[in-house]
């Protein structure tokens, strides 16, 4: 087979597996990185039998790191514990090892076990550096294993078991993302850095999309970046994730939606860290209930039976809104009071009086002025008195809402920033 040759010899991709289980897959992928130029950086997972003869970071180092022996974890014969251990271990190592300069990018490939390890190794790096995982789960929900990060799943189709028809190209498909990731990566870095405007998180969703686009212009001509996450969990979780990390001098939480997700079992939540990030750190946040008037579904069969009788919206074939209750509202009211309440920095909130959503209004299909109001009520009552709210009486999409909530948090990040 004819060599392929890349311009850049010292780019370097860490491959991560259990070379006791998968070694005849792990060394394949490894000569197809090699045969593109690339150089390899062995991150060896293995337990129970014997692994590579000489890995970068080998199996003792990742269970040290994880807390236990690797002779420990052979004499358990616990695959329960031997597989958390792995997975603290490869976190904390794959973290060391980039931040040492030791590899661009990573790829692993796995089963059940292998992407729990492959994927926590990923999600201790930082976004932007290329990170492929070759999973038996990527067809599914991968929610837990990708999180807020940017992991690219890659469906082995078949089982990772041997060299063949179908995981030939699964993996040389995998090479070849991995290797141009990383090669598109070092090009990007090599480039002059952009103008670098102060940033700011903002939430959307399809609901609330003229009320960002607007917030969005007003932001921009006051001289910031705008970086908007849509809220379908996987989003809100990303936004958090870059707020603890300090990027962002002020966010625009105007479609806090994956709430009502996360309290009636919705798909789209972004779990209980949800609007959390921006208080605990005082990052300036302006807050709206945007799309808190509704619960996300896949297809209308997918709906909970003890859902079935409430009120319904086909968004389109496969997702379906419910509206949510003054009871649930009430709820929402105090799970965002409880996490506004302990802020450190700048916050204030926006009630749109004429409805959250663009279903929520005068003749739509989620209209409930009673449900709206419960909130509100509950929501004023529970917030700190400090913390402002300002009820304007206009849906959440008019350009007077999105304007106000633009110009406070303007005002709020000029008041923060230290003068020179």
Not at 76 to 94: F, K, N, S, W, Y
Not at 107 to 115: K, Q
Not at 359 to 374: N, R
């Amino acid at each position: 087979m004819t060599e392929l040759t890349h311009p850049d010899p010292t780019t370097v991709i860490a491959l991560l597996g259990a070379f006791d289980t998968k070694g005849v897959e792990l060394r394949y992928v490894r000569e197809l990185i090699e045969r593109r130029g690339f150089e390899v950086f062995v991150i060896d997972i293995s337990v129970v039998g014997d692994g590579e003869a000489s890995p970068a970071v080998g199996p003792a180092d990742i269970a040290r790191a994880g807390g236990r022996e690797l002779e420990e974890l052979v004499r358990l014969h616990d695959r329960g514990e031997a597989i958390a251990t792995m997975t603290r271990g490869a976190g904390l190592v794959a973290k060391a090892q980039w931040e040492a300069g030791r590899f661009d990018a990573i790829l692993s490939l796995g089963g059940g076990a292998g992407t729990v390890v492959g994927t926590a190794a990923m999600r201790a790096l930082p976004f932007g550096v290329p990170k492929v995982m070759v999973s038996t789960l990527a067809g599914g929900d991968v929610a837990a294993y990708v999180g807020g990060s940017d992991i690219v799943m890659v469906p082995s189709v078949v089982d990772i078991a041997g060299i063949n028809r179908i995981t030939r190209g699964v993996f040389a498909g995998a090479v070849g993302a991995v290797c141009g990731m990383a090669e598109a990566r070092r090009q990007l870095l090599a480039e002059p850095a952009p103008e670098q405007r102060p940033l700011i998180a903002a939430t959307m969703f399809g609901n609330t999309t003229r009320a960002v686009d607007h917030a969005r212009g007003v932001l921009e001509g006051a001289g910031f970046e705008v970086l908007v996450f849509h809220a379908t969990g996987a989003g809100g979780s990303a936004m958090e994730n870059l707020i603890r990390a300090g990027q962002f001098e002020g966010v625009l939480d105007l479609t806090t939606t994956e709430l009502a997700d996360e309290l009636c079992g919705g798909v789209l939540s972004a779990g209980p860290e949800r609007l959390r990030a921006a208080a605990q750190t005082g990052t300036p946040q302006v807050v709206a209930p945007g799309c808190l008037d509704m619960v996300n579904f896949w297809a209308m069969e997918t709906v909970p039976e003890r859902y079935r009788e409430r009120t319904l919206y086909a968004w389109n074939p496969n997702v379906t809104l419910m509206r949510t209750t003054a009871e649930e509202n009430r709820s929402l009211a105090a799970t965002v009071a409880s996490r506004l309440n302990p802020s450190t920095g700048p916050v204030a909130v926006f009630i749109p009086s004429d409805g959250f959503s663009e279903l929520d209004v005068v003749g739509g299909e989620f209209w409930s002025p009673s449900a709206d109001a419960a909130f509100l009520a509950d929501l004023t009552a529970a917030l700190r008195p400090d913390i402002p709210v300002t009820v304007l009486n206009v849906d959440v999409n008019s350009p007077v809402f999105a304007e106000a909530m633009a110009n406070e948090l303007i005002a709020m990040v000029v008041r923060a920033t230290p003068r020179s």
